[in-house]
């Protein structure tokens, strides 16, 4: 009998602790590997796409906190305690009966299978692979510590208000020094870089910042139309601006040069000076 209660009361324990309503059936089931799958108790005929995941165990069935109206799982550390989900926004923006566009954003997130619970959001360049130290990498850059040594408060933080849409962060390098600071809004129905973004070396001396002016041709035209301006400073290991850039591009589109870039010496004095026209002009 004692035996018996022990394995009711473990059939409610999954997860460390929650207790959770499961749902009957799900549109989707996807196997994670062999101790966790994520089903989907939504889906968008119109669009084709998963949403509303759920974390399945042994033991329990747990909702993933992630925000985003669709998701879609797509690769899972080497240890097995850290999952990458592609987030996707998606949607009809309506302005009049007569007049709509599509409104979409890819995002992603990183979630410890051990609690559901999601501990990295990216809005840009959220990594591509986990390395053999289950480190979640882009490019050469460590997105997520997958190893847990990393304090908790040197990880992405991201601070947005549902009014404003503001998305702000602040990233760090390893040894806890700041690595970028930026934000992204959403700006003619669609999420983009905003304001001026920050780099910094792992000694957090600032190399470089990228300043975003976004603007459409026409008020009629929706996001997909947008022509992102972007001014870069680069900044010499001494600390004096090295030199200026302008670059112009549609939505996501190619990266023209633009407008005039200089080069300065160590003692701010102007060495080069080049225009290169605009390809997009307000």
């Excluded at 069935?61 to 550390?77: E, F, G, L, N």
């Excluded at 954003?105 to 591509?128: F, H, N, P, Q, R």
């Excluded at 991201?158 to 404003?164: A, F, R, V």
């Excluded at 304001?195 to 910094?200: E, P, Q």
Aim: glycine content about 8%; charged content about 20%.
């Amino acid at each position: 009998m004692k035996l018996n209660s022990l394995l009711f009361l473990l059939s409610f324990v999954g997860f460390g602790l929650f207790a959770q309503q499961v749902p009957v059936s799900f549109s989707r089931v996807e196997q994670i590997n062999d101790e966790y799958s994520v089903g989907y108790n939504y889906y968008s005929e119109e669009f084709d796409l998963f949403g509303d995941a759920y974390l399945i165990d042994a033991f329990d069935t747990v909702s993933i906190d992630i925000t985003t109206s669709t998701c879609s799982y797509s690769t899972v550390s080497p240890n097995g305690r850290f999952a990458y989900f592609e987030t996707l926004d998606i949607g009809w923006v309506f302005r009049s009966e007569v007049d709509s566009f599509l409104h979409d954003k890819w995002y992603g997130a990183v979630v410890d299978l051990s609690t559901a619970k999601v501990v990295k959001y990216c809005t840009i360049d959220c990594g591509d692979f986990w390395d053999s130290n289950n480190l979640w990498m882009q490019d050469l850059q460590v997105v997520f510590n997958g190893n847990d040594t990393i304090p908790r408060s040197a990880e992405t933080i991201y601070d947005g208000s549902d009014e404003s849409m503001d998305v702000f962060w602040i990233t760090y390098h390893e040894n806890g020094c700041v690595q970028e600071t930026g934000q992204t809004s959403d700006q003619f129905g669609c999420g983009m870089n905003t304001g001026t973004h920050n780099f910094y070396s792992d000694e957090g001396i600032l190399r470089r910042s990228v300043s975003y002016e976004n603007w459409l041709p026409s008020r009629a035209d929706g996001c997909h139309e947008v022509i992102q301006e972007m001014v870069i400073i680069e900044f010499a290991p001494q600390n004096y601006v090295k030199s200026k850039k302008r670059f112009q591009s549609a939505y996501e589109g190619e990266e023209y040069k633009a407008g005039i870039w200089e080069a300065f010496n160590e003692h701010g004095e102007l060495i080069s000076s080049e225009y290169y026209g605009l390809k997009y002009k307000k």
